[in-house]
């Protein structure tokens, strides 16, 4: 059974900091992995897209990468802004499953000007 | 410009009641979902669509139905047989075909409160 998480589960920054965020998975077998960012009582924005087969994906400030065989994936936010607080989640669509796909239950940022 | 729309943003039901919450898409998209989402435990589906007329349960259908009579359209109903419906419900679609290549869209959700 695929289960994805995501570390850490809430981060605060001062602002202009460069951050990673961590998504993890643990079946390989996914068709794509996508980074979403959501702000309190919104829906779901797409940020990043990364295929399968790719490795990593870019967006202005905004950096994906996806080690699939491990299970991995990050997202890089480069000089971070107090507009960049929000939910970040990852989703991965699953091969084995008739359209599935799995969100990881994300990462609460909270950039402090 | 393309993209989904929810409706009612809020909604408040009573005990006993059926409610439905409104989804369409004008992406041309083939796909639609429903998600659940409650504080600490992520996104849960509900029902997912693939074909105008055809619907599959997701992992939390219990209590509630839709209906995909249209390819823009996926309504969802919560039933009265759905004992804690109090959450915030969003709405997506996606292309098919080639899943490696595409995404989810995803509305702006409508936030369900029993009163």
Redesign the interface.
């Given at each position: 059974k695929q289960e994805v998480t995501q570390i850490p589960a809430a981060l605060s920054v001062p602002e202009g900091e460069n951050l990673v965020l961590n998504c993890s998975f643990t079946d390989s077998a996914i068709y794509n992995l996508q980074w979403f960012r959501q702000d309190p009582g919104k829906g779901l924005t797409s940020l990043l897209l990364i295929q399968s087969s790719q490795r990593e994906q870019t967006s202005g400030r905004l950096n994906a990468s996806l080690d699939k065989s491990s299970g991995r994936s990050t997202l890089y936010i480069a000089a971070s802004q107090p507009g960049d607080s929000a939910t970040y989640l990852c989703a991965v669509r699953m091969e084995t499953s008739y359209d599935k796909v799995i969100f990881g239950p994300g990462t609460s940022l909270s950039v402090i000007p | 410009d393309g993209g989904i729309t929810?409706s009612p943003k809020y909604l408040f039901r009573k005990e006993g009641q059926n409610v439905t919450l409104s989804c369409e898409q004008n992406l041309n998209h083939d796909?639609m979902?429903w998600y659940r989402q409650d504080p600490?435990?992520?996104?849960r589906?509900i029902y997912?669509s693939?074909i105008v007329n055809d619907f599959?349960k997701g992992d939390i259908a219990e209590g509630y139905s839709v209906s995909r009579e249209k390819k823009e359209s996926f309504p969802l109903t919560v039933t009265s047989a759905q004992k804690n419906p109090t959450a915030?419900y969003?709405c997506?679609s996606s292309r098919?075909g080639d899943?490696?290549?595409?995404?989810?869209?995803?509305?702006?959700?409508t936030?369900l409160t029993v009163v």
């Open positions: - | 929810q796909a979902y600490g435990q992520g996104l589906l997912y693939q599959q915030f969003l997506a098919l899943r490696g290549t595409y995404g989810y869209t995803f509305g702006s959700g936030r």
